[in-house]
C-alpha cells in the first residue's frame, strides 16, 4: 500500500466533500416540501388532483434519475421560453440542473413515504380529536402530522441514504462532487482500487453519520413511549 | 423532421434503435440479477451463519454495496476490472491494453449491487419460515441438506418473491447507470439519439416513457409470480395479501 498517494487522493476527494453535502442538503430540503405538497394532493380526496399526485409518483419512481437529469440540463434549454426567461441564468448551472432534478425525484418517493406514514395514524385518534373539536389545520398539526412523521421516519432514513447515494449522478452532469472527482483521478492515474477505497470510505462516513442522526431523531421523538426519562432517574 | 418520423422504425428514425436498446436493458438486468441471486444468497448464507468470521464478511458486503453510490461501484469494475484483465494479460505473454466487455462489467457491478440487495431479502424470507416447521423437519430425521431442498429453499423463494420485485425495480434503474460504460442499452441509446438529431427533450422523454414501460410491466409480472406462488396459502396465513 502506497500510503502517500491514499492520503494524497484522501485529501482531493475531501475538497469535494463541501459540494456533495450542497447536493444533498438542498436537494432533501427542496424534495421534502415538494413532497408534502404531492402527498396533500394524495390524501385530499379530490380524484382530479390525487390522480395528478398518482401520476407524478408513478413517473419519477418509475424512471431512472439519470435520465430525468439528463432531461432537466440537456432537455430544458432546447426551448427558447426558457432559455430567454429570468430562469435561464440559474437553469444554465449544471448544479441547479442537478439539485432541480434530485428534489424532483426524491419528492415522489418521499410523497410515498409519508402517505404510508399518514395511513399509519390510528383512526381512533382522529375521532377523538373530532370530537374534541379538532378540525382541519389544527387537527393535521397536532395529530396527524407527528404521528404519521412518526411513523414514516425509519422508511424516510433510508430514502435519505439513498439520496446521499444518488449526488452522485450529479458528476455527469459536470458537478465536480466526490464520485466525479473519484473518477477524474482513476482515469489520471489508473489506480482503480486506491481511490475506490478512499471515496467508499467518505461515503460510508457520511451515511454513517445520517443514519446516527435520524437514530437521535427517532429516539428524542418516540419519548412517551420510554417508561421514564434517563435524565429523571438519576 | 417531424416526431413521429423521428421515432419511427423506418430508415430515418431511431424506433428501432431505441427498441433494441430497451432489450438490451432487459438483458443487463436480467443477467445482473442472476449474479446478485448467487452472491446475495451466499451472502444470506453467511449473514445466518454461526460462524463470527462469516458474520461479519457478510456484514462487510452488504454495508459497503448498500453505502457507497452504484456508479462508484461501476467504475471499480470497469475501470478495475479492465486493469486486472491487462495484468493478467501481461502475465500470459501479452502486451496491451485488454478491456472488459461493457456488458460483463455493467452486469456484474450491477449484479454486485444487487446481491447485496438480495442478501436482505433472502435473509427476512428465511426469518419468516415458522420455526415449527424446521423443528419439524429436524424431529422427523430429515438431513441438513435435505431440509434445506424441501423445506428452505421452497419457502424462501415464495416469501423472496415481492422483495425480489423490489430489486429488481432497483437494477433496472440502476442498469442506466452502465451507459458511462459505453454499452448502448436504453439510456445511452437516448443520449446518442438526442446528441445526433439535438431532439435532447423529446428524446429523454421517449426514453424515459420506455423505462416507465419496462418498470410498470415487470410490476405486474411480479405480482402475478407472487400470486401463483401463493395459490395453495389461504389469504389469512399470508397477512391477508
Redesign the interface.
Given at each position: 500500500m502506497d500510503f502517500a498517494f491514499l492520503s494524497s487522493t484522501m485529501v482531493t476527494l475531501i475538497r469535494a466533500v463541501p459540494t456533495t453535502l450542497v447536493l444533498f442538503s438542498l436537494s432533501i430540503l427542496c424534495g421534502g416540501i415538494l413532497a408534502l405538497g404531492i402527498t396533500a394532493l394524495r390524501v385530499s380526496g379530490n380524484p382530479v388532483l390525487s390522480g395528478f399526485a398518482k401520476a407524478y409518483i408513478?413517473?419519477f419512481r418509475?424512471?431512472?434519475?439519470?435520465?430525468?437529469m439528463?432531461?432537466v440540463f440537456?432537455?430544458?434549454?432546447?426551448?427558447g421560453v426558457i432559455r430567454y426567461s429570468f430562469l435561464w441564468p440559474f437553469l444554465r448551472e449544471p448544479i441547479v440542473c442537478a439539485v432541480l432534478s434530485l428534489a424532483l425525484c426524491t419528492a415522489g418517493y418521499t410523497a410515498e413515504i409519508f402517505r404510508g406514514g399518514i395511513r399509519a395514524v390510528p383512526a381512533k385518534e382522529i375521532e377523538a380529536a373530532r370530537s374534541v373539536g379538532m378540525s382541519g389545520f389544527l387537527l393535521v398539526r397536532r395529530i396527524i402530522a407527528p404521528i404519521a412523521f412518526r411513523h414514516a421516519l425509519p422508511a424516510y432514513s433510508t430514502e435519505i441514504?439513498l439520496m446521499m447515494?444518488?449526488?452522485?449522478?450529479a458528476?455527469?452532469v459536470t458537478v465536480w462532487e466526490v464520485?466525479g472527482v473519484?473518477?477524474r483521478l482513476?482515469?489520471q492515474t489508473?489506480r482503480?482500487?486506491e481511490v475506490?477505497l478512499c471515496?467508499?470510505l467518505i461515503?460510508?462516513v457520511l451515511?454513517f453519520i445520517i443514519l446516527q442522526a435520524m437514530n437521535l431523531l427517532e429516539y428524542s421523538l418516540s419519548r412517551h413511549r420510554r417508561p421514564f426519562a434517563p435524565g429523571l432517574r438519576a | 423532421m417531424a416526431a413521429w418520423e423521428l421515432l419511427g422504425l423506418g430508415a430515418k428514425g431511431w424506433g428501432a434503435f431505441l427498441l433494441v436498446a430497451a432489450v438490451t436493458t432487459l438483458a443487463v438486468t436480467a443477467t445482473a440479477l442472476a449474479i446478485g441471486a448467487v452472491a446475495g444468497a451466499a451472502i444470506a448464507a453467511a449473514k445466518l451463519s454461526g460462524s463470527v468470521i462469516l458474520r461479519v464478511i457478510g456484514h462487510v458486503y452488504t454495508?459497503?454495496f448498500r453505502?457507497?453510490?452504484?456508479?462508484?461501484i461501476i467504475?471499480?469494475i470497469y475501470?478495475?476490472g479492465s486493469?486486472g484483465l491487462t495484468a493478467v494479460g501481461a502475465w500470459l505473454g501479452y502486451d496491451g491494453f485488454l478491456g472488459l466487455p461493457s456488458f460483463a462489467a455493467g452486469a456484474l457491478a450491477v449484479g454486485i449491487i444487487s446481491g447485496a440487495y438480495q442478501a436482505e431479502v433472502f435473509r427476512g424470507a428465511f426469518h419468516a419460515i415458522p420455526r415449527g416447521e424446521l423443528e419439524a423437519a429436524m424431529a422427523i430425521g430429515m438431513s441438513r441438506r435435505l431440509r434445506l431442498r424441501r423445506i428452505i429453499v421452497p419457502q424462501v423463494l415464495r416469501f423472496a418473491i415481492p422483495g425480489l420485485g423490489n430489486v429488481w425495480q432497483l437494477s433496472?434503474?440502476?442498469?442506466?447507470?452502465v451507459?458511462?460504460t459505453g454499452l448502448v442499452e436504453l439510456?445511452r441509446a437516448?443520449?446518442i439519439a438526442?446528441g445526433s438529431t439535438?431532439?435532447?427533450?423529446l428524446f429523454?422523454?421517449v426514453?424515459?416513457?420506455l423505462?416507465?414501460i419496462l418498470?410498470?410491466l415487470s410490476d405486474r409480472v411480479f405480482n402475478t409470480a407472487e400470486r401463483r406462488a401463493n395459490r395453495s396459502m389461504s389469504a389469512s396465513t399470508i397477512g391477508g395479501a
Open positions: 408513478f413517473v418509475g424512471s431512472p434519475l439519470l435520465i430525468q439528463f432531461l440537456y432537455g430544458l434549454g432546447q426551448f441514504v447515494k444518488s449526488t452522485a449522478l458528476s455527469l464520485t473519484a473518477q482513476i482515469s489508473y482503480t482500487m475506490f471515496a467508499a461515503y460510508l451515511n | 454495508t459497503v453505502g457507497v453510490p452504484e456508479l462508484l467504475y471499480l475501470f478495475g486493469s433496472l434503474k440502476d442498469s442506466a447507470l451507459s458511462v439510456m437516448s443520449q438526442s439535438r431532439q435532447y427533450f429523454y422523454i426514453g424515459g416513457a423505462y416507465l418498470t410498470s
